[in-house]
């Protein structure tokens, strides 16, 4: 028997085709779209107001596609990285952050990636393969699992922030449809707002997100000192930061849609008052927020955090010429979960 096609991750309009060839009305593509996606069922026999013999015909031939993680790991500050294994040597994780009344879902795009970032263990790892619009569903949906024995219920999602492993702007076929099943009546119906999408700047890509998604767009800047940014983000040959930051300027940040800057600090390298100054120019009064970061050390980067002291003066100096910055508290980092640490390395199941 050939491999059955697993539903998770695909449109409505595709599941209503699969409907018609199993001779059914085309309505069941849509009770097939909310059985996946707001009801979040994993067999076919959770479906039951489409008939037992559809049923068994759906089942001969397709599977819902869900995969539970295979490991988890929980941080003493309540976020928990999960590593998904899809196979192959394809594995991949998702950080789940909590905070008070909010939830948000950290999810990757690739296995590895190609930006080759010199401070991040993803790019460090290199690249493998893009993740299918199922992957990537499937992270968002098997997330929160059932609460784990002797810890308090873990709140539903509220937000998706496609920062995890990958850049999300090189897995365009993938990212748009998932970003369609997120937001569609007949997916999740989640509102854009409550999604963003980490870019380094890939240029074409990002007008596309621009033009056909009202998603926010988080920019990795780091520093805008151009040859610095390019000694440590080879992108930057590629893709300027002025000639990105040049495209935002065409776009309204000022009302729902937003913004943000990520700058990672190092000490003695971008964390003076120079390059917050080259930010300040770099910017030129695009409505945008600053987000300072805590840089978390991984193995072979000689670089060292920026101080606390010198992060607030950067903070500070920011805010003073009316740019909205905050220093970014960093989640998971006992559990290898923070910015810029996420390799899928496999670890035994932590439950503290």
């Known amino acids: 028997m050939p491999a059955k096609t697993p539903l998770i991750g695909l449109t409505l309009d595709q599941l209503t085709d699969i409907a018609r060839q199993g001779g059914m009305p085309r309505f069941v593509g849509k009770q097939l779209s909310d059985w996946l996606y707001a009801k979040k069922v994993t067999s076919f026999d959770q479906m039951v107001n489409i008939s037992k013999k559809n049923r068994q015909w759906l089942d001969t031939y397709y599977e819902v596609g869900r995969m539970d993680p295979a490991l988890a ?8 990285k999960y590593l998904f294994d899809y196979g192959h040597g394809r594995k ?20 590895g990636c190609r930006m080759n970032c010199y401070f991040c263990a993803t790019g460090r790892r290199g690249f493998h393969s893009n993740l299918s619009v199922r992957e990537i569903i499937n992270q968002i949906l098997s997330i ?11 709140n539903e999602l509220t937000n998706v922030v496609f920062m995890g492993m990958g850049e999300p702007l090189d897995n365009m076929e993938a990212l748009l449809p998932a970003i369609e099943i997120l937001t569609a009546p007949w ?5 854009p707002k409550r999604i963003t999408v980490s870019t380094v700047g890939k240029l074409s890509s990002l007008k596309e997100l621009l033009e056909r998604t009202q998603v926010h767009v988080a920019l990795s800047v780091h520093t805008a000192d151009s040859r610095q940014r390019e000694s440590m983000m080879p992108v930057q040959k590629a893709w300027p930061v002025r000639d990105v930051m040049k495209l935002l300027k065409g776009y309204d940040f000022a009302h729902q849609r937003r913004l943000s800057l990520e700058y990672i600090m190092w000490r003695n390298l971008n964390d003076d008052l120079a390059h917050a100054d080259m930010l300040v120019k770099l910017i030129d009064g695009t409505p945008c927020r600053v987000n300072l970061i805590p840089f978390n050390p991984n193995p072979g980067v000689d670089l060292v955090p920026s101080s606390e002291e010198k992060m607030i003066i950067f903070r500070n100096y920011l805010n003073s010429k009316g740019i909205i910055c905050t220093i970014r508290t960093s989640r998971g980092q006992d559990i290898e979960a ?4 996420l390799a899928a390395k496999d670890r035994p199941k932590v439950n503290r």
């Open 92 to 111: 991949i994780e998702s950080v789940y952050i909590p905070d008070r009344d909010k939830a948000t879902l950290c999810v990757s795009s690739q296995v």
């Open 187 to 191: 997916g999740l119906a989640w509102s």
């Open 144 to 154: 929160p699992p059932a609460p784990v024995a002797g810890q308090a219920p873990m």
């Open 73 to 80: 790991r929980h941080s003493q500050d309540g976020s928990a």
């Open 338 to 341: 923070a910015c810029g640490m």
